[in-house]
């Protein structure tokens, strides 16, 4: 039987007045592939961003590995190392001097109070590792403000490998590439998915890509409207419950 | 020659030396928090909150306080209440920001219209005066590097997180509202302690110049960090020999050697090209 790595209880999240997410229940097991889909304001980033505690949630309860999601949003460090998450764009101020290595070696760091040199040896070799694994290890001392976005996308990869995860949560995370790069980041991640393990919970407007690759679907129009294996959850019926009838009509038309 | 000696006799003498090393332990502190300071855009804070220490100066005055002694109390509940602002307000930083530090120096001369003449004159308080460090603020400007260089030292990485990009900072456990508190406070207690020195209106300077300058020379984050508080120290002793040779203002000619280190920095790319070519 798999692990539960991720478990959401009668989660209800507010955005200033209005419930965006209301009483949405459901897990995820290790290994597993689940997309979160809906229409545009369904509440798919409100819902990520509460199971990761940068948004505050007005009741229910979040699990990870087991372990409780504090109202603050706070979590045990041991299990915060656990995840990785990658947001739907990545924008920072350009301006700012960081190198690939510098920023790959973030995801390594474990962001309490430490001495700046420690274990300083065994970091530069994870970061060369995750690198290599992402086909960019001649980026390494790239400043990250030169980068492509393909070649962003694949260092935000290797942030998120660098150490051993269990659970990976991906907001529309090839938004800005285009077909070609999409399709190579997918390739890239289910590789990686099925090397380390990774239980992943992703959003994705992408149906055909949730339909070839994902293990589980959940329609989410601020309600939880249905879940299960794509050909269930992405029924025709389903979809018009989650998007419309028309956008419906549309896609069977094309 | 003989001005070479009379420099180094100077520089010999025991108020010239405070003034050295508060313009160095300054510089250092200053180009530190600064890196961080420009790339979080806060160097506006630092600015408005040099201007606003002048309303703190003025209450000290009127009730008989050693400005000295208030200005540090009042930096950091300038900096904690400005933060709260920040936070609960939808206003744009630089307008609320401008509403507050003029506000405050509209109030600060008011108040500084009741107190009569003030001894140590206004010049002072708006251009401030090296040579006037006393030891005891040396070893308060000293005890402040020490805490901003174990802040930051040990909490490097996730400023660096913190500033690139906050999301990716909570997704990991950081706590934004205290770091962000602990980064103003300290970059408060900085500007204040430094304004007997350079005065209300320079101080930022020390904050935003040799930051920028590293930024232009720098690649890696951890470098750009270092050197920007090299260049604030370096600026320093150079500001002051200047002064020394020339008979200047000390806190301006340190402010001046920081915008021709920053010109420079401007400037190597060309020069390079040239060089090559």
Redesign the interface.
């Known amino acids: 039987m798999r692990e539960i790595v991720l478990s959401v209880e009668q989660l209800t999240v507010y955005r200033e007045t209005y419930a965006a997410v209301q009483d949405v229940s459901f897990s995820l097991e290790s290994g597993i592939d689940t997309a979160i889909v809906g229409p545009n304001g369904a509440g798919k980033s409100t819902l990520v961003q509460a199971i990761l505690g940068i948004l505050p949630r007005q009741s229910g309860d979040v699990f990870i590995l087991g372990q409780p999601l504090s109202c603050r949003g706070s979590l045990a460090p041991a299990i915060r190392q656990q995840i990785a998450y990658l947001p739907q764009n990545f924008l920072f101020d350009r301006r700012i001097p960081m190198t690939v290595e510098e920023l790959v070696g973030l995801g390594w760091d474990k962001l309490g109070f430490q001495l700046p040199w420690k274990d300083h040896r065994k970091r530069r070799h994870a970061i060369r590792e995750a690198l290599v694994r992402v086909d960019a290890a001649h980026l390494m001392h790239k400043m990250i403000s030169g980068l492509s976005g393909g070649e962003t996308k694949r260092v935000l990869l290797a942030y998120c490998l660098v150490r051993p995860r269990r659970l990976l949560i991906l907001d529309e995370a090839p938004a800005g590439l285009d077909v070609r790069g999409e399709s190579e980041f997918y390739q890239l991640l289910y590789q990686l998915k099925r090397e380390q393990g990774w239980a992943i919970l992703q959003i994705s407007h992408d149906l055909d890509m949730v339909r070839r690759h994902c293990d589980r679907v959940i329609c989410l129009n601020r309600t939880l409207l249905c879940q299960g294996t794509p050909e269930v959850a992405l029924s025709s019926d389903n979809l018009s419950a989650a998007y419309g009838s028309e956008f419906v009509r549309y896609r069977h038309r094309h | 020659m003989t001005e070479l000696t009379r420099i180094i006799e100077l520089f010999q003498l025991p108020f010239m030396q405070r003034a050295l090393l508060g313009g160095i332990l300054t510089g250092l502190m200053g180009g530190m928090l600064g890196s961080f300071t420009i790339?979080r855009q806060l160097s506006f804070f630092s600015d408005a909150l040099g201007h606003s220490a002048l309303l703190g100066i003025s209450i000290g005055l009127l009730i008989g306080i050693n400005p000295s002694v208030v200005l540090l109390p009042f930096a950091v509940c300038f900096a904690l209440g400005v933060t709260y602002l920040l936070e609960r307000t939808r206003l744009w930083t630089d307008a609320l920001l401008n509403i507050i530090y003029s506000s405050s120096l509209a109030i600060a001369v008011i108040v500084l219209s009741f107190v009569g003449q003030y001894k140590g004159g206004l010049n002072n308080l708006l251009f401030g005066d090296i040579l006037a460090v006393r030891e005891l603020d040396l070893v308060f400007s000293g005890l402040l590097l020490i805490a901003c260089t174990v802040f930051i030292?040990?909490?490097?990485?996730?400023q660096?997180?913190l500033?690139?990009?906050e999301?990716?900072?909570?997704?990991?456990?950081?706590?934004v509202s205290a770091q962000r508190t602990a980064f103003i406070v300290l970059l408060s207690l900085v500007v204040g302690i430094s304004i007997k020195a350079i005065g209300v209106l320079l101080v930022s300077a020390f904050v935003v110049i040799p930051a920028c300058a590293a930024?232009l020379l720098?690649?890696?984050?951890?470098?750009?960090v270092v050197l920007s508080a090299g260049l604030g120290a370096l600026s320093a002793v150079a500001g002051m020999l200047i002064s020394a040779a020339f008979n200047l203002p000390s806190g301006p000619s340190i402010v001046a050697t920081q915008l021709v280190i920053f010109l420079t920095t401007m400037a190597l790319p060309q020069l390079r090209a040239l060089g090559h070519g």
């Open positions: 790339l030292g040990l909490t490097l990485r996730t660096m997180l500033t690139l990009h999301p990716l900072a909570i997704a990991r456990g950081v706590s930024r720098s690649r890696t984050f951890t470098n750009y």
